[in-house]
T-cell receptor
Framework: GQNIDQPTEMTATEGAIVQINCTYQ??????LFWYQQHAGEAPTFLSY??LDGLEEKGRFSSFLSRSKGYSYLLLKELQMKDSASYLC??????????WGAGTKLIIKP | ETGVTQTPRHLVMGMTNKKSLKCEQH?????MYWYKQSAKKPLELMFV???????ENNSVPSRFSPECPNSSHLFLHLHTLQPEDSALYLC???????????????FGPGTRLTVL
């Protein structure tokens, strides 16, 4: 079966760095997405990786290793507004998204 | 604002009621999706429409009935629901036809459904 694993919850301190991991087992691979979802709001797109390596976008970076079935989202200089759930999703061989359950990130002052 | 709107934002219904959820996208996209989001569970894809044709139905119970009258509008008709159907129902859209590329999906704010 297809499976996406990510930690249920993480806590970090304002101003610090946090890494949220995602491992996947899917039938085919056509890219990996990270979305951010604040409580009571819609998920919003953060990043897309289809090739191995690190993609940097401001305070957020996303890394992919296809051979290991592994990705991480790195958040630097954490702000209180970064408190949210972070969803990992993989596009399978049919380009359908397989979603993880999300990681709830709690930022403390 | 993501360019995808959903109404109503909240809905409480009894098990014998019939109601409809509405989604509208203002992005000129060709694909639209219905998802169910339950607490601490992955997003569950319910239905996919590509150029107004249904291309995916992930074994969703018949008490959920989708309708896509045009590429900008998507409905989810609900009847004789069960309490376990209580969840957040999210609509999303993406640029291209499903299966033609791994496109970013734009989500609406969702409808919080409670079935009594």
């Amino acid at each position: 079966g297809q499976n996406i694993d990510q930690p249920t919850e993480m806590t970090a301190t304002e101003g610090a760095i946090v890494q949220i991991n995602c491992t996947y087992q899917t039938s085919g691979f056509n890219g990996l997405f990270w979305y951010q979802q604040h409580a009571g709001e819609a998920p919003t797109f953060l990043s897309y990786n289809v090739l191995d390596g690190l993609e940097e976008k401001g305070r957020f970076s996303s890394f992919l290793s296809r051979s290991k079935g592994y990705s991480y989202l790195l958040l630097k200089e954490l702000q209180m507004k970064d408190s949210a759930s972070y969803l990992c999703a993989v596009a399978d061989s049919n380009y359908q998204l397989i979603w993880g359950a999300g990681t709830k990130l709690i930022i403390k002052p | 604002e993501t360019g995808v709107t959903q109404t109503p934002r909240h809905l409480v219904m009894g098990m014998t009621n019939k109601k409809s959820l509405k989604c509208e996208q203002h992005l000129g996209h060709n694909a639209m999706y219905w998802y169910k989001q339950s607490a601490k569970k992955p997003l569950e894809l319910m239905f996919v429409y590509s150029l107004e044709e249904r291309v995916e139905n992930n074994s969703v119970p018949s008490r959920f009935s989708p309708e896509c009258p045009n590429s900008s509008h998507l409905f989810l008709h609900l009847h004789t629901l069960q309490p376990e159907d209580s969840a957040l129902y999210l609509c999303a859209s993406s640029q291209d036809r499903v299966g033609s590329g791994a496109d970013e999906q734009f989500f609406g704010p969702g409808t919080r459904l409670t079935v009594l």
